[in-house]
């Protein structure tokens, strides 16, 4: 996801180095090679009628210039903004970009009433006149003791580019403001690994309990509940003890119950929810926004099907159901509708996996796509700007049938 700022053309040229072609290059050539390297949409060029030779030729086309004036004696290519600043302080003219144009403008002439531009628009040349007129009223003026004055001002604005992400529209999951409820132990022998778990009371995020989607953590409500709490894990081998654990922020899924002759009673399904994240504050997004979700999964050995059996953990494909609302839109998969939706994010098994190993959501983003570091899911906003809080819900995760 980016933050994006208003960037002048022009300002892009500063990374675009000077082309030779040939020995020499006109002014006008040197103007539209850097027009062309702006890549945008600029199809337009004016140059004022005033900088002329003796017998009022062109001088755009006619004046041809060294290309070695533009590499050094190392070598090293000058940049096309260098380039059309250089053009614009000998010939003390003032370059800017209003839509699809580019003005080089000779404020000189506009002030002793020289309005006329030669316009360049693909291979063809003609010449037109600049005009804005305004009328000025005069609606009469009375005060006492006070004074008008005009601040002077220029047409040179100074535009940043930021290409940063936006990474924090929704809180980040660590265990900021939790609170200790207590510690299970649990020892795996088939492996010799040693699991710490460590439970606690994390009001940042909403966790959920029971078959019916109740909010609150299971341990609060019950240590034997269905349902998600937030807990810190570490493991180690006993064979082959760290000399530091290093804890991490997790989400504790108990998503089935067994009665004391080893029936399931009770499980989840894909709608439960297991956590939702709510922004701090709302934002407006327009279409060329991109959202990325990225999460890994640890399961305990074992996992329901839908024929409400226990298995071994099997390879396959399984899914997160997310539920993604910004204002009044939700994200169904496929676009963004005022009905409210759900969409599946997939995720693959492709190897052996136990409690000591992550199965992470496949990464989506390339360089194609241009969005930098992202890694996970990739979707777009919508083709019109939508504003308001962000909600996202993760709901239990399932196996496809």
């Known amino acids: 996801m980016y933050e994006i700022e208003l960037v002048n053309p022009i300002s892009t040229l500063k990374y675009k180095k000077f082309v030779k072609a ?12 850097a027009i062309s390297n702006t890549n945008s949409e600029i199809s337009k060029i ?11 030729q062109n001088i755009y086309n006619l004046i041809a210039i060294s290309s070695s004036n533009f590499i050094d004696e190392q070598g090293k290519e000058m940049t096309y903004y260098e380039i059309l600043e250089e053009i614009a302080k000998y010939l003390s003219l003032t370059v800017t970009v209003d839509k699809d144009s580019v003005y080089f403008i000779d404020y000189i002439g506009i002030k002793n009433g020289f309005n006329q ?12 006149t600049l005009s804005d007129s305004k009328t000025i009223q005069n609606i009469g003026y009375s005060g006492d003791s006070s004074r008008l004055s005009i601040n002077s001002g220029k047409n040179k604005a100074k535009v940043t580019c930021s290409l940063f992400d936006i990474d924090e529209l929704l809180p980040e999951f660590d265990d900021e403001k939790a609170t200790y409820y207590k510690d299970v132990d649990t020892t795996n022998l088939n492996d010799n690994n040693y699991y710490l778990v460590r439970y606690y009371n994390q009001p940042k995020f909403k966790f959920y309990y029971d078959l019916d989607s109740k909010e609150g953590d299971r341990i609060q409500n019950n240590n034997d509940n269905l349902g998600s709490v937030f807990v810190k894990t570490t493991n180690y081998n006993i064979n082959n003890k760290p000399s530091k654990l290093s804890m991490v922020n997790e989400i504790q899924i108990k998503n089935y119950i067994k009665n004391s002759y080893g029936s399931i009673t009770n499980y989840l399904n894909n709608d439960n929810k297991v956590i939702t994240f709510n922004s701090n504050k709302g934002y407006t997004f327009n279409n060329n926004v991109y959202f990325s979700f990225n999460c890994s999964i640890k399961v305990c050995r074992k996992i329901i099907e839908y024929d ?16 993604l609302k910004i204002g009044n839109y939700y994200y169904n998969g496929t676009e963004w509708t005022t009905s409210e939706s759900k969409f599946n994010i997939p995720i693959s098994v492709n ?23 992202l890694e996970g899911f990739v979707f777009k906003a919508p083709d019109f700007p939508i504003s308001g809080t962000i909600e996202l819900s993760i709901y239990n995760f399932s196996k496809v049938s």
């Open 22 to 33: 040939g020995e020499t290059i006109t002014f006008i050539n040197l103007i539209k090679d």
């Open 46 to 56: 004016y140059l004022p009628t005033s900088i002329t030779n003796a017998t009022n």
């Open 351 to 373: 190897g052996t996996h136990d409690l000591s190993k992550y199965i992470t959501i496949e990464n989506e983003n390339s360089f194609e796509l241009g969005l930098s570091n």
């Open 308 to 323: 409400n059996t226990i298995i071994n953990f099997v390879l396959g494909d399984f899914f997160i159901p997310i539920k």
């Open 117 to 128: 531009y030669y316009l360049y628009q693909g291979s063809t040349t003609t010449t037109v």
